[in-house]
């Protein structure tokens, strides 16, 4: 054995060329993806890096292992850089958006197919057929390269007759639900023919600007058919299982977000227009298959034709900022070539060192201390695996739970997403659940998940991957019992995490918005919009190249 023991050689790292761009962007997150493909589309040179082996960033969809390492990585510490002649050369450093994580051991019995599980790190997410991020995978091409299947039902759950039943969101699902009474099915159809004359701009029963303003529960408190409210039940699947609101809406010291009448109607509007808009999609939800991490790549690949050049497995280490002004100028990747833009986009784990100026897209300068992005809220996620689906006749499954169904101190809702090895997600024979509900700390978001997974499937009895039961009083707690112990599905394996949900800031150097706790993607796709704009003032975000109403490009969105 040799007396002297030699490190193992750097990671060689190839040379970029071009050094020069007009947009530099680190991290493959969706938002910095689709503003990629959007400037390279106008014919801006984009450098795309990422230091991860894979595309997605905190969108992408992982293996087991890949989940571990993805949120036990540490965060990116300052380092001294070597001086350089021309800049300011300014270390970036970086902070963990995970806490909390608890990933238990990977059954064994299933460790020959451990590489056929694909976890989504932002899930459950879901597209809805008619809304915008359908228009914008449409639009831009990108829909070319993917492939969907539909969600095949929704289910609330009814903490009162403890168990989950069916979210009707058309007029024909409504007539054919067994669930819902006489009155019920009147009710919730007189409700839906409202939103359809009001969307429609019929002159009669069309709803005011003074209800539209006014919070959507009290305008659902007031609505009548022959002089019979909407009862709770109802006002819970038009409030939590349709509009999706996700605080309790009928207490205000708790609710962090009142839903207003005229945005509950809009997600009515397109909860019901999605229905029916793509061959053989059973309700109004799309997933992508082989994971949501698909549709970032699919971004990136439609940059890449546009000529954005991609470099993975590149970090970087520093900032470039002018010496006499501090403003950035372009920064110094792991190889130690350095690269300098007009722009810098960047993954909300980075923090902006305080010593660079950051110019503003109105001109203005401004200091980098109010740039960092700001944490504020928290979303509790978690992964399940099991051998049955929650539904005997269903695969794919949308499942939410209402504030205070699970318990009395409950404020947000519970979403939950059941897919199966049809949307290519795991093994034939296993299904993934991904949950979420947004918290203000760790406990509270675990308690909740905790308290959901408890109804949803048996308790493993031994093994690392037990649940522990959330405390919670008994006189506080709700009946849980959804189904008989005999029906629940058996828990095989689960995780739990809690990320911390930051915006998005636009200057010289700009920050892309973390996965927040939505269902859909329509907020982050209006915000990404705005950060282009704003990032590119006067250019035309995506050109028409194809119409949402061409046929062939429709039928080529739906599931297969």
Same mark, same amino acid.
């Given at each position: 054995?040799?007396?002297?023991?030699?490190?193992?050689?750097?990671?060689?790292?190839?040379?970029?060329?071009? &050094?020069?761009?007009?947009?530099?962007?680190?991290?493959?997150?969706?938002?910095?993806?689709?503003?990629?493909?959007?400037?390279?589309?106008?014919?801006?040179?984009?450098?795309?890096?990422?230091?991860?082996?894979?595309?997605?960033?905190?969108?992408?969809?992982?293996?087991?292992?890949?989940?571990?390492?993805?949120?036990?990585?540490?965060?990116?510490?300052?380092?001294?850089?070597?001086?350089?002649?021309?800049?300011?050369?300014?270390?970036?450093?970086?902070?963990?958006?995970?806490?909390?994580?608890?990933?238990?051991?990977?059954?064994?019995?299933?460790?020959?197919?451990?590489?056929?599980?694909?976890?989504?790190?932002?899930?459950?997410?879901?597209?809805?057929?008619?809304?915008?991020?359908?228009?914008?995978?449409?639009?831009?091409?990108?829909?070319?390269?993917?492939?969907?299947?539909?969600?095949?039902?929704?289910?609330?759950?009814?903490?009162?007759?403890?168990?989950?039943?069916?979210?009707?969101?058309?007029?024909?699902?409504?007539?054919?639900?067994?669930?819902?009474?006489?009155?019920?099915?009147?009710?919730?159809?007189?409700?839906?023919?409202?939103?359809?004359?009001?969307?429609?701009?019929?002159?009669?029963?069309?709803?005011?600007?003074? %209800?539209?303003?006014?919070?959507?529960?009290?305008?659902?408190?007031?609505?009548?058919?022959?002089?019979?409210?909407?009862?709770?039940?109802?006002?819970?699947?038009?409030?939590?299982?349709?509009?999706?609101? %996700?605080?309790?809406?009928?207490?205000?010291?708790?609710?962090?977000?009142?839903?207003? &009448?005229?945005?509950?109607?809009?997600?009515?509007?397109?909860?019901?227009?999605?229905?029916?808009?793509?061959?053989?999609?059973?309700?109004?939800?799309?997933?992508?298959?082989?994971?949501?991490?698909?549709?970032?790549?699919?971004?990136?690949?439609?940059?890449?034709?546009?000529?954005?050049?991609?470099?993975?497995?590149?970090?970087?280490?520093?900032?470039?900022? %002018?010496?006499?002004?501090?403003?950035?100028?372009?920064?110094?990747?792991?190889?130690?070539?350095?690269?300098?833009?007009?722009?810098?986009?960047?993954?909300?784990?980075?923090?902006?060192?305080?010593?660079?100026?950051?110019?503003?897209?109105?001109?203005?300068?401004?200091?980098?201390?109010?740039?960092?992005?700001?944490?504020?809220?928290?979303?509790?996620?978690?992964?399940?695996?099991?051998?049955?689906?929650?539904?005997?006749?269903?695969?794919?499954?949308?499942?939410?739970?209402?504030?205070?169904?699970?318990?009395?101190?409950?404020?947000?809702?519970?979403?939950?997403?059941?897919?199966?090895?049809?949307?290519?997600?795991?093994?034939?024979?296993?299904?993934?659940?991904?949950?979420?509900?947004?918290?203000?700390?760790?406990?509270?978001?675990?308690?909740?998940?905790?308290?959901?997974?408890?109804?949803?499937?048996?308790?493993? &009895?031994?093994?690392?991957?037990?649940?522990?039961?959330?405390?919670?009083?008994?006189?506080?707690?709700?009946?849980?019992?959804?189904?008989?112990?005999?029906?629940?599905?058996?828990?095989?394996?689960?995780?739990?995490?809690?990320?911390?949900?930051?915006?998005?800031?636009?200057? &010289?150097?700009?920050?892309?918005?973390?996965?927040?706790?939505?269902?859909?993607?329509?907020?982050?796709?209006?915000?990404?919009?705005?950060?282009?704009?704003?990032?590119?003032?006067?250019?035309?975000?995506?050109?028409?190249?194809?119409?949402?109403?061409?046929?062939?490009?429709?039928?080529?969105?739906?599931?297969?």
């Amino acid at each position: 054995m040799s007396d002297s023991f030699s490190p193992p050689p750097p990671p060689e790292f190839p040379p970029v060329d071009p &050094t020069t761009f007009d947009l530099t962007i680190i991290g493959t997150g969706l938002s910095q993806s689709i503003i990629a493909a959007a400037a390279s589309t106008a014919g801006k040179s984009v450098l795309h890096l990422d230091p991860n082996p894979f595309y997605g960033s905190h969108f992408s969809s992982l293996s087991p292992p890949e989940l571990s390492s993805h949120l036990l990585s540490p965060p990116l510490q300052p380092q001294t850089p070597p001086i350089s002649e021309e800049y300011d050369v300014v270390s970036l450093s970086s902070k963990s958006l995970y806490s909390d994580v608890e990933i238990p051991p990977f059954p064994a019995e299933l460790g020959d197919c451990i590489r056929r599980f694909c976890f989504d790190v932002s899930g459950p997410r879901v597209l809805f057929c008619a809304d915008s991020a359908i228009d914008l995978l449409l639009k831009s091409g990108v829909n070319n390269y993917l492939e969907f299947k539909g969600v095949d039902a929704s289910l609330i759950y009814d903490g009162e007759k403890k168990g989950f039943s069916s979210v009707p969101g058309s007029r024909a699902a409504i007539f054919k639900d067994k669930s819902l009474s006489l009155i019920e099915k009147r009710t919730l159809m007189e409700f839906f023919k409202l939103v359809q004359k009001h969307m429609g701009g019929e002159s009669e029963d069309v709803i005011s600007e003074e %209800d539209l303003e006014s919070p959507f529960i009290d305008f659902l408190n007031k609505f009548r058919l022959n002089n019979n409210p909407l009862n709770q039940k109802i006002k819970w699947i038009i409030l939590y299982a349709i509009a999706l609101a %996700d605080y309790d809406q009928e207490n205000l010291e708790v609710c962090k977000d009142l839903l207003k &009448t005229k945005d509950g109607i809009n997600r009515l509007a397109l909860y019901h227009s999605s229905i029916g808009r793509f061959p053989n999609a059973p309700g109004a939800m799309l997933y992508p298959m082989y994971g949501q991490g698909e549709l970032p790549q699919a971004f990136c690949r439609r940059a890449a034709v546009k000529g954005c050049i991609y470099v993975l497995r590149m970090p970087v280490t520093a900032l470039l900022a %002018d010496k006499g002004s501090g403003l950035y100028k372009g920064v110094r990747l792991a190889s130690g070539q350095d690269i300098l833009s007009q722009q810098l986009l960047i993954d909300p784990q980075f923090v902006v060192p305080q010593a660079l100026t950051l110019s503003k897209p109105d001109g203005l300068q401004g200091s980098s201390q109010n740039f960092i992005p700001r944490g504020i809220k928290k979303v509790a996620r978690g992964i399940c695996i099991t051998r049955t689906s929650l539904k005997s006749d269903a695969s794919n499954l949308a499942i939410v739970y209402p504030p205070r169904s699970l318990y009395a101190e409950q404020a947000t809702s519970v979403r939950v997403l059941q897919l199966g090895s049809n949307s290519a997600v795991c093994p034939v024979g296993m299904f993934v659940l991904h949950l979420s509900a947004l918290c203000d700390d760790a406990s509270q978001g675990k308690k909740i998940l905790n308290a959901a997974i408890n109804t949803l499937f048996e308790q493993p &009895t031994s093994g690392s991957s037990k649940l522990k039961a959330p405390e919670i009083p008994e006189d506080k707690l709700v009946d849980q019992s959804a189904v008989t112990e005999e029906e629940k599905p058996a828990l095989v394996w689960t995780a739990l995490y809690v990320q911390e949900i930051t915006e998005e800031s636009v200057s &010289t150097i700009s920050s892309s918005p973390s996965p927040d706790g939505n269902l859909s993607y329509n907020n982050l796709i209006d915000t990404t919009k705005k950060m282009f704009e704003q990032m590119f003032n006067g250019e035309e975000y995506f050109p028409e190249e194809a119409s949402p109403e061409d046929p062939d490009n429709v039928e080529d969105l739906g599931p297969e």
